[in-house]
């Protein structure tokens, strides 16, 4: 149990580490171009682009917890008929982007509010890199798809492919082609279609006989996309939820000053690097909690959740003693601002309080996800979300941004303590009765 956790969670992790890599590469080869504005531009459009993007995770969740039971089951050709419901749906949602592109820029950048020169320069960074939202969408159904298929190597090839080939055709297309700033996006766009097409070979060449084998028309039929849509629509509006929490969270942190808004972001940075280490291990609760739920095995089932419990509880020690005792080394590395450093170093045990409150809501949610147990997971991140807004606006402001962390650590704690307490509950009561 453990080798084939593993197995699923390293790739997972690396998979993880490798995606900021992209708009680090797109970033650095900016700030050699010799305009500040540029540097800007890159990171307000890589925002943009987070906001779109971030709604859409379900296209990768959804498709992975249907096709681990449908594979658990031993029906090949339901699983192949989930990819194409998949990137049925992902070509959809790519098409709307974009043609709402110009509302879509205009109402991001309002939001976002940068200013008039590095607007002028993001707005050519997001109509270029918006072409690549197709390669992105059906690139998330994919890797759901491999992943549902017990197979989280070659998401890992895809996402270190993309990386290597946008390194190389941003600086061809800046450099060579002399494109200027405009070479940047247009690279990654390349870059992003390349990794599709990694993808679409490894799936023709393993699993195109059980494409060749399943009524396409059948897959798409209302009744059978029904379940599918069900289950999205439940992990788009926890998205949602996630989204206003993070969204306030940066904007309180922003009317706090600038020095506060580092100190925020910086710890923030722990939080990410946390969440990269237990997504592996949620991803593999994905993956083997729905392949025993569909072959109806409860005893492999509730060994795997003890198990990724196991390594999620290791994982949330190893990050807590690491941010108890090396916290300042950490916020130097990042960054050289001392008084950003002094000031963060205020927040410190709230930095040893995020992975001890986090660990279980990752856990969990790959379990929710392997068990399509959607609406329940739904249930439990809107009562978190309610937690977060509650307990923001009734403690005093006094607390100054204690109270902001104080609200999203109770948050992460919130999603693990109410996800424990419906498992134990409702949905282990399913599981007798499904595996009865």
């Not at 390349?194 to 897959?219: P, T």
């Not at 040893?352 to 609406?375: E, H, K, Q, S």
């Not at 923001?392 to 902001?404: A, C, H, I, Q």
Request: contains cysteine; positive net charge; hydrophobic residues 55%.
């Amino acid at each position: 149990m453990n080798k084939r956790i593993l197995a699923i969670a390293l790739p997972s992790i690396i998979t993880n580490v490798t995606v900021p890599l992209l708009g680090l590469i797109d970033i650095t080869i900016a700030g050699h171009l010799g305009r500040t504005e540029y540097i800007g531009a890159i990171a307000v459009g890589a925002m943009m682009f987070n906001l779109i993007y971030w709604n859409f995770g379900f296209l990768r969740m959804g498709t992975a917890g249907m096709t681990a039971q449908a594979y658990g089951s031993g029906d090949l050709g339901a699983a192949a008929s989930v990819l194409v419901r998949a990137v049925a749906l992902a070509a959809a949602v790519a098409a709307t982007i974009l043609v709402l592109q110009v509302p879509l820029q205009w109402m991001l950048l309002h939001m976002v509010g940068p200013s008039p020169q590095v607007t002028e320069i993001a707005r050519t960074y997001f109509y270029i890199c918006v072409w690549g939202a197709p390669a992105i969408l059906i690139d998330y159904a994919i890797k759901g798809w491999f992943l549902g298929m017990q197979d989280s190597r070659t998401p890992m090839f895809m996402a270190i492919g993309i990386n290597i080939a946008n390194i190389v055709t941003s600086l061809a297309a800046v450099y060579l082609l002399d494109m200027g700033f405009s070479g940047i996006p247009v690279g990654t766009v390349v870059a992003e279609y390349a990794g599709l097409a990694y993808g679409a070979v490894v799936i023709y060449r393993r699993h195109g006989h059980l494409l060749r084998g399943i009524s396409w028309r059948r897959s798409l039929v209302a009744s059978e996309m029904r379940r599918f849509f069900s289950v999205n629509a439940d992990i788009f509006m926890r998205s949602v939820c996630l989204m206003a929490v993070n969204l306030f969270f940066v904007s309180v942190g922003a009317r706090s000053g600038d020095v506060t808004l580092a100190v925020n972001a910086l710890i923030m940075q722990l939080f990410t690097l946390f969440s990269y280490f237990m997504d592996g291990f949620a991803f593999s609760g994905e993956a083997l909690v729905g392949r025993y739920a569909g072959a109806r095995d409860s005893v492999s089932l509730r060994r795997c959740v003890g198990h990724i419990f196991g390594w999620g509880a290791g994982v949330a020690a190893v990050f807590t003693v690491t941010y108890m005792s090396a916290a300042e080394y950490i916020f130097g590395f990042i960054t050289d601002d001392k008084v950003v450093i002094a000031e963060a170093l205020r927040y410190h045990w709230w930095c040893v309080a995020i992975p001890l409150a986090g660990m279980a809501g990752f856990v969990w949610d790959g379990v929710y996800i392997g068990l399509t147990a959607t609406r329940q997971m739904l249930l439990t991140i809107v009562i978190s979300t309610a937690a977060f807004f509650t307990l923001y606006y009734t403690v005093p402001e006094s607390w100054g941004n204690d109270r902001l962390w104080l609200a999203f650590v109770s948050y992460l704690a919130m999603r693990g303590l109410s996800q424990t307490v419906v498992y134990h509950g409702r949905l282990s009561r399913g599981i007798d009765k499904m595996c009865g």
